[in-house]
């Protein structure tokens, strides 16, 4: 990863199936839980756009879709990236 861009949230999807329970004792079934999500950033480079995911463990702050966020990619292959 050799290059940087910025990155632009476009979906942040709560993953239901993953249920992460905080609390040692729990009234309902969803006391207590929270959830993993996975976001997708679509960045620009030389006119082409790609779009990657990445997992945001349960607890973790979930950037708002719109936000702008920082890209790693490979000048070579702009597909392989990394969002920081």
């Known amino acids: 990863m050799d290059k940087q861009?910025?990155?632009?949230?476009?979906?942040?999807?709560?993953?239901w199936w993953?249920?992460?329970?905080?609390?040692?004792?729990?009234?309902?079934?969803?006391?207590?839980?929270?959830f993993p999500y996975i976001i997708k950033i679509e960045y620009t480079v030389d006119g082409k756009v790609y779009t990657k995911r990445?997992?945001?463990?349960?607890?973790?702050?979930?950037?708002?879709?719109g936000s702008n966020l920082q890209v790693m990619y490979?000048?070579?292959?702009p597909s392989k990236a990394k969002i920081l």
Request: hydrophobic share 35%; aromatic share 2%.
């Open 5 to 15: 861009t910025t990155g632009t949230v476009i979906a942040a999807t709560k993953q």
């Open 18 to 34: 993953m249920k992460v329970n905080k609390k040692p004792v729990r009234m309902h079934t969803l006391d207590g839980a929270d």
């Open 54 to 65: 990445k997992w945001i463990n349960a607890g973790d702050a979930v950037p708002n879709v």
């Open 74 to 77: 490979n000048s070579d292959k």
